[in-house]
């Protein structure tokens, strides 16, 4: 037992630091005070590290939110976010008391992957006018548009503005966490680059008397909790947030549950199967700290794959590693959160552009590109969707298009005829034999030669309706009638097929 809490106490420690700085900048990222990410991750350490259905997992405020809590933040302000945060909690309560959380697994990688994607270009494209202390623009795509105007109004003329100083921290940022993750020494491999990244913005930052923005958190966290008051309530009957929501609740449980099969793998990796998720447990779990955190004012929560890779990484046995977590920020910001300030905003952004880009994850492009262009269409379309319109919107249109898809493969039917000198045919039947495909099933038996012998192959359908059984069955007596013979090579339809004609 002492073993196992050891080593629980410093894979804690080591997903602290990981989680510290992505805390922060997903907070200052989503429109949001610091202390707000802040408070989400305590929650997710102290109450859903306990309560979790995927024990090595770990919850906090994710990247992958940040676009959609920035708009309900933009459209609706602070009580009403933490409103519809509450009611995303209550909504994942029912999906987990209702065992719906196996049916998040069947949703399309494509779609969740083109919606990370989707997010990441986002996330990129806003940070990047936070890096030179610029202000994001209202729509995504006026933030990719005015990229080269924030480049060339920030960074020139080289006259040592404030803009200019931030974008150098920005630059150094990410410079420091692209050399550290490739470069650092092997006994401090449990240093994450992000927080290296970040230690050497302030140090510059301090050490310069830069006259950059730095992150604002108050001396007392607890006393400057903006609590969801109950005059918030009167929106529970607002059918506008329950749809929001929804869709907030929809992809904070697909997210979570995706990374909970993801540690699965992991751990299954390293040789232990004692430790799998529970996923309808792992949806409750998430909607309590939804529920806590609405109620709080802070950021919604999800499972992030990144701290609980480094959670299964450090070694952690239990869900206690989770737990722990949660109590290092909570000492970090009860203690020391003068520290915090001490970090300039761009540095920030700096890590959530590197943030972004992982999002977009080139892997998952070439994974698709094995199964075929239609993934590829599925995914784009979708990242597209979300960068153009909105989160919702982009998911939909990635939704749609796997139901066309399914609908298509499912009413597919390949049709091959193939004729020999001998007087023998074969055709060969492929997919589904529908009624949406009973003309062209019509017209290649109309091509049989009369009196020729025809060996018909089932090995490849999936399916037979009753219309294009009768008819194979019509076609069969007039041929047979006609001088020419059938021959049926799939056993369980010369069964089926006999018995229906006897």
């Not at 949001?32 to 997710?44: C, D, F, N, S």
């Not at 997992?57 to 939110?65: E, F, I, M, N, R």
Request: charged share 15%; net charge neutral.
């Amino acid at each position: 037992m002492s073993k196992t809490l050891a080593k629980d106490f410093l894979a804690s420690f080591v997903v602290f630091l990981v989680a510290l700085p992505l805390c922060l900048g997903i907070a200052v990222a989503s429109g949001m005070p610091p202390e707000t990410g802040l408070i989400t991750g305590i929650v997710g350490g102290l109450l859903v590290g306990l309560l979790s259905g995927s024990p090595l997992q770990v919850s906090g405020p994710a990247a992958g939110l940040v676009v959609l809590v920035f708009e309900l933040h933009q459209e609706h302000g602070f009580a009403a976010l933490g409103l519809i945060v509450m009611m995303a909690g209550l909504l994942q309560l029912g999906m987990g008391l209702l065992r719906t959380g196996q049916w998040f697994r069947a949703i399309s990688p494509a779609v969740v992957y083109g919606m990370l994607a989707g997010i990441g270009v986002l996330i990129m494209a806003g940070q990047f006018h936070i890096v030179v202390d610029d202000s994001p623009k209202s729509t995504g795509i006026k933030n990719l548009i005015s990229i080269p105007q924030a480049i060339f109004g920030g960074i020139f003329p080289l006259d040592g503005s404030p803009h200019e100083m931030a974008a150098m921290i920005g630059l150094l940022t990410m410079g420091v966490i692209l050399a550290w993750n490739s470069f650092r020494p092997e006994a401090l491999k449990f240093l994450p680059g992000p927080l290296m990244g970040l230690l050497a913005a302030a140090i510059a930052s301090f050490s310069y008397q830069l006259e950059v923005k730095h992150v604002n958190v108050p001396d007392n966290l607890l006393g400057n909790l903006s609590l969801t008051g109950l005059q918030s309530l009167d929106g529970l009957v607002n059918l506008k947030y329950w749809a929001e929501a929804a869709a907030l609740a929809f992809i904070a449980s697909a997210e979570t549950l995706l990374s909970a099969a993801a540690v699965d793998k992991m751990t299954a990796a390293t040789g232990r199967r004692d430790v799998r998720t529970n996923y309808d447990r792992e949806l409750m779990a998430q909607g309590a700290g939804n529920l806590l955190c609405g109620a709080l004012g802070a950021l919604p929560m999800t499972g992030v794959i990144v701290r609980s890779s480094a959670n299964v990484q450090a070694g952690a046995q239990t869900r206690l590693s989770a737990f722990f977590h949660g109590g290092w920020l909570l000492l970090t910001v009860v203690l020391i959160p003068h520290v915090l300030e001490r970090i300039p905003t761009s540095a920030l952004a700096a890590v959530l552009v590197l943030t972004g880009f992982k999002l977009v994850n080139v892997a998952n492009i070439k994974k698709l590109r094995e199964y075929g262009w239609i993934p590829l269409t599925i995914y784009f379309s979708t990242l597209i969707g979300v960068v153009a319109f909105d989160l919702l919107t982009g998911v939909l249109i990635g939704i749609a298009l796997t139901i066309a898809k399914m609908i298509y493969k499912a009413s597919r039917l390949g049709v091959k005829l193939i004729a020999h000198s001998s007087g023998r045919s074969d055709l060969y039947l492929e997919g589904s034999a529908t009624f949406l495909r009973l003309p062209i099933l019509a017209d290649t038996l109309d091509q049989v030669a009369e009196k020729s012998e025809l060996h018909i192959h089932f090995e490849k359908l999936t399916y037979l309706d009753h219309s294009c059984l009768d008819l194979i069955q019509d076609w069969r007596h007039t041929h047979e009638d006609n001088g020419g013979k059938v021959v049926v090579d799939w056993p369980r339809l010369v069964e089926r097929f006999t018995r229906t004609t006897a």
